[in-house]
Structures are given as C-alpha cells and as structure tokens.
C-alpha cells in the first residue's frame, strides 16, 4: 500500500483515495467497469460499432497515458466519455468532409451532428442491451457472436478471448473485425427489436451467452477439464441480461442454469486435476453462494411463468441443476422428477444429447436396464463422434454386471473424446471394468 | 473470485448524508447490473452485538456496546471480481464516494479475498 499523504488538492486526493499510484492493471480495471455502456453510448452516436470501439480504444489509450500520473478520476466513466467525444467529434468533421467530397452517401453518416449524449444518459443501459443485440445478430455465425459479445460487452481484449477459445490470437482478431465488416455490411442497426421479433433474438443473445459457458465448462480439446474464465465471463452476462430484461423467464432461468452449474465448477477436478463425475464430487465444494443465486433467480422465472411468460430449455435444464444442488448426498437425488423433467426438455428441445442424459436419469430413477432402453433408441449416426453415448452405456452395463461389455463401451468412449482428462477418466473405467470382469 | 470488501468506521451518531446514501445506492444498482456485486449489508450499531472470547480454554462473553474500539465493521459488500486489481477498483469506487459526499468521514475501505473451495489465500496475495 502506498504512503498516506495528508496534501491538499484534487490530485493529490484522488491519489490517497486511490491509495497508490494505478497501476496498468488497475488502470484497465476501472476501463473494463466502464467499457460495455462506453461502446454502447459510442455505438449509438457514431452508428457503428466498429467506430464506436476504435473510439473507446482511443480512450483507453489515454488512460493508459494519463492515469498513472494523474490518479484514476473520481468518475472514470465520465473522464472516458469526454475523451471519447472528443474523438468522435474529431471523426464526425472527417466524415463530413469525406460525405461533401464525395455524392454517395455512406450509411450511418447521414447524420453527422453530434448528438446529445448528456441528454442519452437515461438510455445507457438499453444502449447495453441495444449492443447485446447487435453482437449477437443472425448475419453472424455463433463463434463471431460470442467473440463480439465477449469483447464489446465483456470488455475482454483480443487475447483474453483467442486464449478463452484456444485459437491463435491473430485469428480471433480477424475473426472480430469480420464480423464488424460483416455488421457493417449487412446494414445492422443499433435497435431494439419488438413483439415476435425480440423473443426470437433475445433466444439467440441468451444461446451466444450459453455457448460461451459451456465452451469453458467443457473444454474438449484442452488437456484442462474446465476453463472457468470463460464460464465467469458467461455469468456476467447472463447476470447483466437478467436485469436488462427482468420479465422474461427465460431470461432469469438462463442465469440460473449457469449460476447452478458454476457451482459445481471446483468440485469437478481432483486434487490432480482430474475429472470427477457429478455423483461422486465431495458436495461440500459445492459454492453455496451460487447454489442460492441460482435457486433465487430459479424462483423468479417461476413466478414469471406462472404469470404466463414462455419458459423453455433453459427453464427445464435450471430445473434438474437444481435437483441436482438440493441434494446434499448424491443418494438423496430425486431421480424420478429429474426423469420426468428431462421428458418435457426432450418434447421442448428434441436431440440426441438430451436423450443421452435422459436416459442417464431414467437409469438412475427406474434401473439401469431403463436407461439402456432409452440409450439404445438413439439412432447410431447421432452423436457418433462424442464419447458421451458409449461412456454411459459402459455406466448402466457396469450396474448390469455386464463388464465385458462395459470395459468395450469405456474404450469405445476413451477413443472419441479429445479431451485428454477425460480420456484418463474412461481408461481408468475400462480398466476396472476389465478387472471386474475377470 | 470472491472478495468481502469492508466499510469501517468509528462508531459515530452521525447519520450519513442523504448524498452519500443516494450515491451508494446508485452505485449498487450498478454492481448489481454489471453481475459484479453479490450481496451488500449493514450492520447495526455495536449495542448490538455480542462477543464470546475465548482464552487459554475459557470463554467469556461481552455484551455490546464497545465504546473502547477505535474503529468497527460497518457494512460489507460480497463481489466477484475477475481479478484483484478489479476488486481493488470497487473498493475504490466505495472510499471515493465517501470522500465526494462525506468529506469529514474517518474510515476505511478494505478488500479481502474470499478463500473458496477452489482457491485458498497464498502468502504472495497479502
């Protein structure tokens, strides 16, 4: 910690409040706090949210610059604002010169009077949710979502993101300024969709926030199980959502499903990192806080259906993580209504994954030879190249005492999965199954 | 993470400004929006509180108030943070505001990691 001080002046103040010199880090900290209603309100001024970004990075820059020295402002969303501006206004007179120079006129510049921002304020945080749309917009494909959400919302930078999603960090740099040139192109708009319309794109911001999740949930290239940053990031969001949208259950249900499955995150690895499976984790690792967080939005999407919202998968699959997170024993687990959830989840969201783990539930609720029946009316094709169809046969044929059998699924499994945990995982069940066997 | 960041205070009969509570509570609006601010409390005046000491195997029991202490816990707030430096930043946020609005405020502003099942506190953290 720094040295008190007992000067007078701003500067000097804001530095003891600061209590140290900021450093990059705290310095990117305050900027991150800021940045998702910063590129939001930017977005809205300039119409495009590839200018928009160019013009919170300068900010950013100057921060980098100035904060050091200067100590963080009292309100560095307001510093970076004017910064900001500064710089838009500065674009703005380019691009009128560009539109007199030129007869065409460039969409998004029609306009070339700066707005009022001060009087937008009250807007920020539909701006926020304007963004959200926009990042997740159908002329994307989902990978593109999800990175532009991560960086325009989440205030990640390009190799937070790159490290998140395993790729190469100049690819995911191309991978985000295409899909701005493509939401340039496109001619996408910084709107609020309504009626029909907002269900339908409000359903694609919640899959890039679930698909952000589960890429860190289930890391299936990684030699590690789990990638909690990007599950983190995911519950940020669906947090930020859920109070952007407070009357949608689905919504609400989203960010329990999430909160209810991060809760598990840390009982899921042994002490040497390995996986260890839902029945068999020390339950006392679970994280209670986001057992209650979850269970509290949980409620509200209840009480949102009952008034008569939509709920859908998000809803049915939060209702059997909280079954699971009631149970303080893996015994205790209330198996037949896990059961009977996943038969509503398999008529609202039909596929082979679900089914998988519908028959997971039903092996525990009615019998492992149950399980097998519903296993075995998965089509061959589906799902051919997951080890999760064999991993669970290689399960109920265990409880069936059939462990030749069961030592073949586990092997079949250990052959398809990339995930080099997992692969030790299910060698380690064949090989026990082969002893059980013998 | 997990962070406990602490409001502490000598324990005065002053009512804080109603700038300063308005402040705050625009500022937890945005802890909550931003998913960053998990659960905030105050905490009552030390009249109200009870302590059990423990001592060389003895336990004894005080009853509030503790006029002798120099300072005590106010309130708290639980955050989870990506980073220490953005719980740093919070807790910034929280003396900053007090130092707007209140300017003759005696306090402190603290930020503690919260060791969780996943993650225990390591002498580099202090």
Redesign the interface.
């Known amino acids: 910690m720094g040295e008190p001080t007992d000067s007078t002046g701003d500067a000097a ?1 804001a530095k003891a ?3 140290h010199e900021p ?1 990059r ?2 310095v ?3 900027w ?2 800021e940045s ?1 209603a910063l590129v939001a309100a930017l977005t809205r001024m300039t119409g495009d949210v590839g200018v928009a970004e160019d013009l919170a990075q300068d900010a950013l820059v100057a921060a980098l610059e100035q904060w050091p020295h200067d100590g ?1 402002p ?1 309100s560095p969303g307001a510093w970076l604002m004017t910064t900001a501006k500064r710089r838009a206004i500065d674009f703005f007179r380019r691009a009128e010169t560009l539109r007199r120079r030129s007869a065409e006129l460039g969409h998004g510049l029609e306009g070339t009077e700066v707005p009022d921002l001060d009087a937008q304020v009250d807007h920020i ?1 539909d701006d926020v949710l304007r963004l959200m749309f926009l990042c997740c917009h159908p002329a994307l494909t989902p990978d593109s979502r999800a990175a532009l959400t991560l960086r325009l919302v989440g205030g990640l930078t390009t190799t937070e993101i790159a490290r998140g999603f395993l790729v190469a960090e100049t690819s995911m740099g191309r991978r985000i300024s295409r899909a701005k040139r493509m939401l340039s192109d496109s001619g996408a708009r910084f709107e609020m969709p309504t009626g029909a319309e907002r269900l339908q794109r409000l359903d694609d911001v919640l899959a890039v926030v679930y698909l952000v999740f589960t890429e860190g949930y289930a890391a299936t290239t990684d030699a590690q199980w789990t990638r909690p ?1 990007l599950c ?1 990031e995911a ?6 959502l859920a ?2 949208v407070p009357d949608e259950a689905e919504v609400h249900s989203l960010q329990a499903l999430l909160e209810l499955q991060a809760s598990r ?3 899921r690895t042994d002490s040497d990192g390995r996986p260890v499976l839902l029945e068999a984790q020390d339950r ?4 209670r ?1 986001l057992i209650r ?1 979850g269970e509290a939005a949980l409620a509200r999407a209840e009480q949102l259906a009952g008034s008569g919202r939509p709920v859908g998968r998000y809803y049915l699959q939060a209702a059997i993580a909280a079954e699971h997170a009631r149970a303080v024993h893996a015994e205790n687990t209330d198996w037949r209504a896990i059961a009977r959830l996943y038969d509503v989840l398999a008529g609202a969201a039909p596929g082979p994954v679900i089914e998988v783990n519908r028959a997971v539930a039903y092996g525990r609720a009615f019998g492992p030879a149950a399980g097998l029946v519903v296993l075995d009316a998965i089509p061959a094709a589906a799902l051919a190249r997951s080890p999760m169809p064999p991993a669970v046969r290689g399960d109920l044929l265990t409880r069936l005492g059939r462990h030749v059998e069961a030592a073949d699924a586990f092997r079949a499994a250990a052959a398809v999965t990339t995930n080099r945990a997992e692969r030790s995982l299910l060698e380690r069940r064949a090989e026990q199954a082969a002893v059980d066997a013998s | 993470m997990h962070y406990m960041v602490f409001v502490k205070m000598a324990e005065v009969d002053v009512e804080p400004p109603a700038a300063l509570v308005e402040a705050m509570g625009a500022e937890m609006e945005r802890g909550f929006a931003s998913g960053t601010l998990i659960q905030v409390g105050g905490l009552y005046a030390t009249s109200y509180r009870t302590e059990f000491r423990v001592r060389a195997g003895e336990t004894t029991s005080t009853d509030g108030p503790f006029t002798e202490a120099k300072e005590e816990v106010g309130g708290f707030a639980i955050i989870d943070v990506r980073d220490h430096a953005e719980a740093v930043e919070n807790a910034r946020r929280m003396a900053e505001l007090h130092a707007t609005h209140w300017p003759d405020w005696d306090g402190a502003v603290e930020a503690r990691r919260i060791s969780g099942p996943d993650e225990g506190p390591s002498a580099s953290d202090a």
């Open positions: 103040r409040a600061a209590g450093t880090a705290a990117t900290a305050a991150r706090r998702a963080i009292g945080e940053d983190h519950i940020r969001l669906a947090r930020i109070r952007l995150l840390h009982a006392r690792r679970w994280d806080l967080r």
